[in-house]
């Protein structure tokens, strides 16, 4: 969906993205970590036209989002890690505002925004004006104003900032039922933990580069990782393991393997059985999802041995 | 709910139940009081009270709701949002100026109901239009040029404060002052027709200005249009700013100032070439002190040479370019035009070194604004430069003279009647020094990146 090539951004007094090469597929909750100052926040301002590049672009389902803004932001949306709300406005008023400054027809603007409040849970504030809400509920305002038009692509900077656990929690079952309902999904931010939930694929970012890009969780007929948690060590496991088409990189670890495995439910089935009937066995089998805390920190780490060694 | 989304959002922000009947509220009282005191008479007394207040509510209040429309969207952090959207840079350009200002409008035009209710029974009821017509373009244009000159100040900078606005607010009013102290002196008290001569035609004051005003209100509002485009993201080309500036020299040069039995016997100088000139320096200065500038912008040219992008070349290149290059036309025309030496009253001028000198001059300060932009990285340096510039041209060669230092003074004014070495070899000498130096920061700051 997004596709970014040899992106570079400057600020008058320094450079903040440096060649950057990168991709969003469609369909994905792609989580953008780094830490502070590594350029997310440009690399997203860029990526949704906010931002002019000195060099490089961004295309959007194959349109230069700056040759083309105006077409691109009606598919797209932005949520600002610091934003703003119309306070003296109610809450119908912000999101039938919005409606029509994206062009929805005048027809059907109080249907998308009745659907907008009722996904966001905040169908019975329609009346309250934004001013009065608390900070999470002006959240769920911001993010029904950044749908309210069903955009294909949603960018989210920071979005749980400030945010209570409880919040967090409804934040994370929105992305997935946004990403299920056909939206692909950026969502930048550095606190690991609450992208874990949800996100798909990761893009990492330090110093103005994109030093990794992966996904966390394959979908269809992508490998996906699996973990199998034997009663008992087994001998054979690792030989019965690659000896099957559809298993590949596989880790024996004692009572544990983990492996990457290409197949539907009917294929995990029977390569379970053909373990079982060999004598393996099998405690567990479940989807191992990679740590996205341990993925960070090891390519950040293998980032900075490489810049140590001169790598860079 | 079909129209522009943005004016009908600030509908719902500005007018409420409780501001809707404050308004008439006010003002009925405020008029009444006059009323009263005026022996319960409408006439000129209560129009000119009308008058303030339409002048108190468009103006003064007007120009600072239009100064902050944008600037209240970034600061409230809605700015984005709106860039974002479907909405284009036109139906956003006047949703902004006069959405935001829809308030205003509600009370001004109260104001002038009262107005004319005063004079309707004094004076023809043509005139009262054609004043009604001052006063409304005069309004327009201060809240279009407090917008665009905060919009333009956004293209540099994005937080603002109080002192910004009141400083945009100050620069709507100074552009609309003018225009309407001119155009309400174009019926005299005892209702005689002022005129004035534009390319050597006569035409009555009044309705030339309604005019004038009503085109540059239409040029504020392009202006408006073409830096909403810049915030949407969309290309600007030089052909808008270029078409003003041909527009703005084209009517100075046609407006006469002195009447012809007294020009005549005034130094053969092109009063058209001079006044176009005169415009053209004003406007020189106006750009270079606006628009944005810095390494960013100058490494950005240098790639598009590099990639021989000559149409990314032309529209990224600043207008500060083209407008030197129709400054250094118009000082040729100039010279052209007029006598090389003339006798003003008892002086006599050496009007060519002069003109030439000036030019100079002004080529070191675009070049000083420059210097100081890609010298350093501050939201002040226009501002900076700015005081530099007034201090050259009128505290330091007031005191170098008073010093009996007379001489030092071609330093900062163009001399009038000393010779070729003094008048322009001391412009020529700072030019090379201003444009060595920014040619050494150039080196340092721009071309050294990669």
Request: aromatic fraction near 10%; proline fraction near 4%; glycine fraction near 8%.
């Amino acid at each position: 969906m997004i596709d970014i090539q040899d992106l570079v951004f400057e600020y008058p007094t320094k450079r903040a993205l440096f060649d950057v090469n990168c991709t969003v597929r469609t369909g994905s909750i792609t989580a953008l970590v780094g830490p502070n100052g590594a350029g997310k926040t440009t690399l997203i301002r860029c990526i949704v036209g906010l931002h002019a590049p000195f060099s490089g672009r961004v295309l959007f389902g194959g349109i230069d989002v700056h040759e083309h803004p105006r077409d691109c932001h009606r598919r797209m949306a932005y949520l600002s890690d610091f934003f703003g709300v119309y306070d003296q406005l109610s809450v119908r008023q912000c999101l039938t505002y919005t409606a029509r400054a994206y062009d929805v027809a005048p027809g059907a603007v109080e249907t998308v925004v009745e659907a907008a409040a009722a996904r966001l849970g905040i169908a019975d504030r329609l009346h309250e004006k934004a001013g009065a809400l608390s900070r999470g509920l002006r959240q769920r305002l911001a993010i029904a104003q950044a749908i309210v038009h069903e955009p294909e692509f949603l960018v989210l900077d920071e979005p749980a900032s400030g945010l209570d656990p409880e919040a967090r929690h409804s934040l994370s079952a929105l992305l997935t039922g946004l990403r299920e309902a056909g939206m692909t999904l950026l969502v930048s931010s550095h606190i690991l933990a609450e992208l874990e939930g949800y996100c798909t694929d990761m893009i990492i970012m330090r110093d103005g580069r994109v030093i990794d890009q992966r996904p966390l969780a394959a979908d269809g007929a992508a490998a996906r990782r699996l973990r199998l948690d034997l009663a008992r060590p087994s001998a054979r496991l690792a030989t019965l393991l690659e000896a099957r088409e559809e298993v590949s990189q596989v880790t024996v670890d004692g009572t544990a393997a983990i492996f990457l495995f290409q197949g539907d439910a009917a294929a995990q089935a029977d390569l379970l059985r053909a373990l079982i009937e060999a004598g393996v066995e099998v405690a567990a089998a479940r989807d191992d999802r990679e740590n996205l805390q341990d993925a960070y920190i090891a390519e950040i780490h293998r980032y900075e041995t490489g810049r140590a060694g001169g790598g860079r | 709910m079909r129209g522009n989304p943005e004016f009908i959002r600030n509908l719902w922000t500005e007018i409420s139940f409780h501001r809707a009947v404050v308004m008439p509220a006010v003002t009925g009282m405020l008029f009444l009081l006059i009323w009263l005191i005026n022996g319960q008479q409408t006439g000129a007394a209560t129009a000119q009270a009308a008058a303030l207040m339409f002048c108190a509510i468009a103006f003064v209040w007007g120009t600072r709701v239009a100064s902050e429309s944008v600037v209240q969207e970034i600061n409230g952090r809605t700015w984005d949002t709106q860039r974002m959207s479907a909405i284009g840079p036109w139906t956003m350009a006047w949703g902004k100026l006069f959405g935001a200002t829809v308030y205003i409008w509600y009370g001004a035009l109260i104001c002038l109901g009262l107005y004319w209710m005063s004079y309707v029974d004094v004076i023809p009821a043509d005139r009262i239009v054609k004043l009604i017509g001052v006063y409304v373009l005069c309004a327009v244009i201060a809240h279009a040029t407090g917008l665009l000159v905060s919009m333009q100040a956004i293209q540099k900078r994005r937080d603002f404060g109080r002192v910004q606005i009141a400083f945009y607010q100050f620069l709507g009013l100074a552009a609309a002052v003018p225009g309407l102290y001119i155009g309400l002196s174009g019926i005299a008290d005892d209702g005689i027709y002022r005129v004035l001569l534009f390319y050597d035609r006569v035409y009555p004051l009044i309705d030339f200005m309604l005019v004038a005003l009503a085109v540059f209100a239409a040029w504020a509002l392009v202006g408006i249009w073409r830096l909403m485009r810049a915030e949407l993201q969309m290309e600007n080309g030089p052909w808008v700013w270029l078409g003003f500036v041909l527009f703005a020299t084209g009517v100075a040069a046609g407006i006469r100032l002195l009447p012809p039995e007294v020009s005549a016997g005034m130094p053969a100088i092109s009063s058209k070439a001079y006044h176009g000139f005169s415009m053209l320096l004003i406007l020189t200065y106006m750009i270079a002190l606006s628009e944005p500038k810095g390494p960013v912008l100058f490494r950005r040219l240098r790639r598009y040479v590099e990639l021989s992008d000559w149409a990314g070349l032309v529209n990224a290149v600043p207008r500060i370019v083209p407008t030197l290059l129709l400054l250094a036309l118009a000082t040729v025309g100039l010279l052209r035009l007029s006598d090389a030496r003339v006798q003003v009253l008892e002086w006599p001028v050496n009007f060519h070194l002069a003109t030439v000198a000036t030019f100079l001059l002004v080529l070191r300060d675009v070049g000083f604004i420059y210097l100081l932009n890609i010298a350093r990285h501050s939201p002040r340096n226009d501002m900076t430069a700015f005081v530099y510039i007034t201090l050259a041209w009128t505290v330091v060669p007031v005191t170098l003279s008073a010093m009996g230092l007379e001489p030092l003074t071609a330093l900062f004014w163009p001399k009038w009647d000393s010779g070729a070495a003094l008048t322009i070899g001391a412009p020529l000498a700072q030019v090379v020094v201003v444009y060595v130096l920014f040619w050494r920061v150039w080196l340092h700051k721009v071309a050294s990146r990669r």
